[in-house]
C-alpha cells in the first residue's frame, strides 16, 4: 500500500485514489478487494455496485455547514424532523454526526470504505434509493445483497463499521470499510493536524467542535459510543 499522508485522510488530497468506470474513487487494493466481492456477489445473482465512495473535505464542509445553517434537515435516531432553531450548539453537533461525519474526520475522506447497494433490484423496485435501513432489511430491494454482505465481507477482507448503533452514527448496514487499511489509518489519525485544520477552516460551529474533538472522533469516526 503507498504511503498515506494526513492530506489523504483528511480528504484534502485524492492522489492516492483510482477513478473507477463509474465515477467512484478507491484505494488501488480496495479496488481489487471490492471487484472480488462483487464478482462473487454476481454469482449470486447479485448486482453490488457503488452508491457513494470517496468524498473530499470541501463536500464534507458544504453538508456540515447546510446542515448548520438549517438549509438541510436534521433527523433523529427514529427519522424524525428536528426543530434546528431550538436545539444549542452541542444538540446541533450531535444531530449532524448522527448522520454525517465532521469534515476531515469522515471515513469517505479514506478511499477504503463505501456505500453500497443492489442497483438491478433498485432498479426493478422502481424507486430511488434512500440509504435508509428498511431498504436493506426483509423485503426492502437490498435486502438479499444485504445478507450476502453480512456472511461474505470478511471473506474480501471488509467489514461494517456502523453495523450496530452504539451511541454514536446512526446503525447503516450500507456502509463497508476494508479493514487492513481502515484499521492502520485509525491507528496513524491525527488529532491535532485535524483540530489545526478544522480551525483554519470555514466549519461553522467549530467553537464547540474543536473543544471535543478527540470524543467526536472516538465516538462517530470509530464508533465507539458513549
Same mark, same amino acid.
Given at each position: 500500500?503507498?504511503?498515506?499522508?494526513? $492530506? @489523504?485522510?483528511?480528504?484534502?488530497?485524492?492522489? @492516492?485514489?483510482?477513478?473507477?468506470?463509474?465515477?467512484h474513487?478507491?484505494?488501488?487494493?480496495? &479496488?481489487?478487494?471490492?471487484?472480488?466481492?462483487q464478482?462473487?456477489?454476481a454469482?449470486?445473482?447479485?448486482?453490488?455496485?457503488?452508491?457513494?465512495s470517496?468524498?473530499? =473535505?470541501?463536500? /464534507? +464542509?458544504?453538508?456540515?455547514n447546510r446542515?448548520?445553517?438549517?438549509?438541510?434537515?436534521?433527523?433523529?435516531?427514529?427519522?424524525?424532523?428536528?426543530? @434546528?432553531?431550538?436545539?444549542?450548539d452541542?444538540?446541533?453537533?450531535?444531530a %449532524?454526526?448522527?448522520?454525517?461525519?465532521?469534515?476531515?474526520?469522515?471515513?469517505?475522506?479514506?478511499?477504503?470504505?463505501?456505500?453500497?447497494?443492489?442497483k /438491478?433490484?433498485?432498479?426493478?423496485? $422502481?424507486?430511488k +434509493?434512500?440509504l435508509?435501513?428498511?431498504?436493506?432489511? $426483509?423485503?426492502?430491494?437490498c435486502?438479499?445483497?444485504s445478507? =450476502?454482505?453480512d456472511? @461474505?465481507a470478511?471473506?474480501?477482507?471488509?467489514?461494517l463499521?456502523?453495523?450496530?448503533?452504539?451511541?454514536?452514527?446512526?446503525?447503516e448496514?450500507?456502509? %463497508?470499510?476494508?479493514?487492513?487499511?481502515?484499521? &492502520?489509518?485509525?491507528?496513524?489519525?491525527?488529532?491535532?493536524a485535524?483540530?489545526?485544520?478544522?480551525?483554519?477552516?470555514e466549519? +461553522?460551529? &467549530?467553537e464547540?467542535?474543536?473543544?471535543?474533538l478527540?470524543?467526536l472522533? +472516538?465516538?462517530?469516526?470509530?464508533? &465507539?459510543?458513549?
Amino acid at each position: 500500500m503507498r504511503a498515506l499522508n494526513i $492530506n @489523504h485522510i483528511m480528504g484534502l488530497d485524492n492522489s @492516492h485514489l483510482l477513478a473507477l468506470s463509474d465515477g467512484h474513487f478507491l484505494l488501488p487494493e480496495v &479496488k481489487t478487494a471490492f471487484e472480488k466481492m462483487q464478482a462473487a456477489a454476481a454469482e449470486a445473482y447479485l448486482d453490488l455496485q457503488i452508491c457513494s465512495s470517496y468524498r473530499n =473535505f470541501e463536500r /464534507q +464542509l458544504s453538508i456540515w455547514n447546510r446542515k448548520w445553517k438549517g438549509e438541510l434537515p436534521l433527523y433523529t435516531l427514529e427519522g424524525e424532523l428536528l426543530d @434546528h432553531s431550538q436545539l444549542s450548539d452541542d444538540e446541533k453537533i450531535h444531530a %449532524i454526526m448522527l448522520w454525517s461525519a465532521l469534515p476531515g474526520a469522515s471515513r469517505h475522506h479514506w478511499g477504503s470504505d463505501l456505500d453500497f447497494y443492489d442497483k /438491478q433490484s433498485v432498479e426493478r423496485a $422502481n424507486t430511488k +434509493l434512500e440509504l435508509v435501513p428498511s431498504e436493506y432489511e $426483509n423485503d426492502g430491494p437490498c435486502a438479499r445483497l444485504s445478507d =450476502f454482505i453480512d456472511l @461474505h465481507a470478511a471473506d474480501f477482507g471488509f467489514y461494517l463499521p456502523y453495523a450496530t448503533y452504539v451511541g454514536g452514527v446512526a446503525r447503516e448496514p450500507w456502509h %463497508i470499510s476494508y479493514k487492513p487499511i481502515a484499521e &492502520k489509518i485509525q491507528q496513524e489519525f491525527d488529532i491535532d493536524a485535524l483540530r489545526k485544520t478544522l480551525s483554519d477552516s470555514e466549519l +461553522l460551529g &467549530k467553537e464547540a467542535v474543536l473543544p471535543q474533538l478527540n470524543e467526536l472522533v +472516538l465516538r462517530y469516526t470509530y464508533n &465507539k459510543g458513549v
